[in-house]
């Protein structure tokens, strides 16, 4: 068979280019005589490959001297758990609940300490984004939390939120690399990199220098952002391979014109399906417009059975992972950095030949 379109939420589909080069270099990598998957990651030609994916990354995302990059393991989930463990120094922290990965943020934060939300979308059915304002933080909280992209719903923060001297935090798991972002922004960058970097298995923290080394003494080790960051995210063995995989990806990104020329794409592939939605009356979007995401388009017919209908055809035509959250139903094509606008064109050609033989 050959390669499909593949529109799953994560893990996703990586450039073709990326996995052919892994492929090359699969069981020799560049004369070491071994894959990278066999080698210490103590060795000089690891060494080379962990450098210079972080010098890429910081080069694509522009992120300043005074932030670290760390690459770890444990899902953006492990996350939910850090930050406050490393960031909630005098116990208080602000959450912006949008989705189901926010809640879950929010709820794990309350374990550690009074986490409050302070604005959430949920009675909406997080069809859209809270708006805040910086009246709406707590003067004396640690940070304020927020997903920027809701990857179940398909919506997306429409601005960052003004948080002054409040550290802001963002779970960018499913839009980094999607577009450019002021990293000067935030205290806290994280994201789970199977959806728009790499293979499952790697999560990366990008963090302002002085908001590590504050955590109580308890925190568990690997959790501890000052020991990951001491210790060049090799306190023991990193996703070696996953960082490798990313390392390639972001080679792909700056080729393609860095986080602009990537954006414009993104915005032709969003823009092609959102088009057409509108243009649909068999088809609803079911995100508000101004909140819409570039990553994640959800989508009904308004009936659950043809819902179904529309997604085991779809799959037998060549377009996998339609099906939505199964906490939402409906579709969702997620349309990664990695989906070529092919994929969306022919889709929306697939989408609408079934509306006119469904009607
Ligand atoms: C997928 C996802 C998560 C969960 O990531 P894991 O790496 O599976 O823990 C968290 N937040 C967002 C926004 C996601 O898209």
Redesign the pocket.
């Known amino acids: 068979m050959d390669r499909i379109f593949n529109f799953s939420?994560?893990p996703s589909m990586l450039p073709l280019e990326v996995l052919e080069e892994a492929a090359r270099d699969m069981t020799n990598y560049k004369g070491s005589g071994m894959s990278v998957m066999e080698m210490s990651h103590r060795s000089k030609v690891y060494d080379d490959i962990i450098k210079e994916a972080e010098k890429d990354l910081r080069e694509l995302m522009d992120i300043p001297e005074n932030y670290k990059v760390l690459f770890l393991q444990g899902?953006?989930?492990?996350q939910f758990s850090a930050v406050p463990l490393n960031l909630m120094v005098n116990g208080k922290a602000d959450y912006i609940v949008s989705g189901q990965?926010s809640k879950k943020a929010f709820s794990e934060a309350k374990k550690y300490g009074d986490a409050k939300c302070i604005a959430s979308s949920e009675a909406s059915n997080y069809t859209e984004v809270p708006v805040i304002s910086k009246d709406d933080i707590r003067p004396d909280a640690d940070y304020l939390h927020i997903?920027f992209?809701?990857?179940i719903y398909g919506t997306k923060f429409s601005y960052v939120p003004e948080t002054g001297d409040i550290p802001l935090v963002c779970?960018m798991?499913?839009c980094i690399l999607s577009e450019p972002v002021d990293v000067k922004k935030y205290g806290l960058i994280y994201a789970?990199a199977?959806?728009n970097m790499a293979p499952?298995g790697l999560?990366v923290v990008i963090v302002r220098e002085d908001l590590i080394g504050k955590a109580s003494p308890q925190i568990p080790v690997m959790l501890d952002y000052k020991i990951m960051a001491d210790n060049d995210s090799m306190y023991n063995t990193p996703p070696c391979y996953a960082i490798y995989v990313a390392g390639l990806v972001y080679k792909w990104i700056k080729k393609i014109g860095g986080l602009k020329g990537m954006e414009e794409i993104n915005k032709k592939k969003a823009s092609i399906l959102y088009d057409y939605l509108d243009s649909s009356d068999f088809y609803k979007s079911c995100a508000k417009k101004e909140f819409r995401s570039m990553m994640n388009v959800t989508f009904v017919t308004g009936n659950e059975e043809l819902d179904k209908k529309f997604c085991s055809e779809a799959a037998a035509a060549g377009f996998v992972n339609l099906k939505g959250h199964r906490s939402v139903g409906g579709m969702r094509a997620s349309i990664y950095n990695a989906m070529p606008i092919e994929g969306v064109e022919k889709l929306v050609e697939f989408m609408d030949n079934f509306a006119k033989n469904n009607k």
Do not use: I, L, P, V
């Open positions: 939420a994560g899902g953006a989930s492990t990965f997903c992209n809701n990857t779970d798991s499913s789970g199977q959806k499952a999560t």
